[in-house]
Structures are given as C-alpha cells and as structure tokens.
C-alpha cells in the first residue's frame, strides 16, 4: 500500500495531528483524527441508517475529523478523483 500525504491539521503540535491520505491503490481516503467520545458514538448508535443494525462493528470506529478541516477532506477528495 503507498499512501498519498495530503495534508495534517496546523492548529496541533508534533504530538499526533488530524491527517488526511489517499490509499493510490484503491483511492480510498485514510484519515487520523480523534477519537469521538462516548456521548458521540452514542449517538452515532442512536442515529443508525435505516435498515441497519444498530451499533458500531468491532472493525469499524467512530472518529471527529476538525470542521476547520474540511479544506483538507476536499483536497483528499479532489486527489482521490484525480487517480
């Protein structure tokens, strides 16, 4: 797997960051963020799409990726388009 660095949230230090990839083999879009609290996945739960089973899969998590990023998303997004 190769991934393509798009971009790393300015507003954090050298400890960890939001972050944004594109996977250039399956032009999927990684992201690190932090990790959503128990009031989020709560309601993350409680708001499941219709006709899903409610909860959240032991592979899957549930993540807060910074509004003032949404530049980057799009940029990952525009990026993922291009491959």
């Not at 219709?50 to 032991?58: D, R």
């Amino acid at each position: 797997m190769a991934l393509l660095f798009i971009g790393i949230d300015p507003e954090t230090g050298q400890n960890g960051s939001p972050t944004a990839w594109v996977d250039l083999d399956t032009r999927d879009i990684v992201l690190q963020g932090y990790t959503a609290d128990d009031a989020t996945r709560q309601e993350c739960i409680d708001n499941t799409a219709p006709g899903h089973a409610k909860g959240i899969p032991a592979h899957e998590t549930v993540i807060r990726f910074p509004a003032h990023l949404i530049p980057l998303l799009r940029e990952a997004c525009d990026a993922a388009d291009r491959l």
